[in-house]
């Protein structure tokens, strides 16, 4: 279970990262926003993992045996990718007015990386609603977290969170790799 909590905060330092530019650009009612955030990127991180799961039962006969090699890669891949976007330049910068249609776009950008995830959670050999509901509430609770964050004039922790959380996947997929 440890696993899971752990692949929970990786994963949602994705969207928390956007939660800190989405608050810091807020100019309405931040309460509103925040549950907004929170409910959208929630929603698609605990969805995307289960579309990656299913993919995952779905190719475990042709990959048994490869499996952990397989998640290793996509990890690291994962991770990797989180790691070179807080490096560069972010999509909420050039955000100007947050809409439902906005949030929507950035909840499934981010939880892009969730899907691919979800191919390793059997691996894990746990309960994949209860994963599920914890990536979900998990990110649920860092993106309101982010959005107060960045109202509050965090843009120091954008760049920090997305490091973090991809640092994380490589060495959950190193930790696949080698038990």
């Known amino acids: 279970m440890l696993e899971v909590f752990i692949l929970s905060i990786a994963l949602s330092m994705d969207a ?28 698609f991180q605990a969805l995307m993992p289960f579309i990656g799961y299913l993919g995952g039962i779905g190719l475990k006969e042709y990959i048994q045996g490869y499996d952990s090699i397989v998640a ?21 910068e050039e955000i100007t007015k947050i809409s439902n249609k ?36 998990t990110t649920f609770i860092f993106s309101i977290l982010g959005v107060y964050l960045g109202e509050k004039g965090g843009a120091k922790y954008e760049t920090k969170a997305e490091l973090l959380g991809g640092v994380v996947l490589i060495l959950i997929g190193f930790k696949i790799l080698i038990f």
Do not use: Q, W
């Open 16 to 43: 928390f990262a956007v939660s800190i530019g989405l608050g810091i650009k807020n100019k309405g009612n931040i309460k509103v926003l925040a549950l907004k955030a929170g409910l959208f990127f929630g929603i």
């Open 72 to 92: 290793f890669v996509l990890l690291v891949i994962i991770g990797a990718k989180m790691i070179y976007e807080a490096l560069n330049e972010n999509i909420e």
């Open 102 to 137: 906005i949030l929507l776009t950035l909840a499934i950008a981010t939880s892009i990386d969730a899907m691919a995830a979800g191919f390793t959670l059997h691996l894990f050999n746990l309960n994949i609603y209860l994963s599920l509901f914890i990536i979900g509430i």
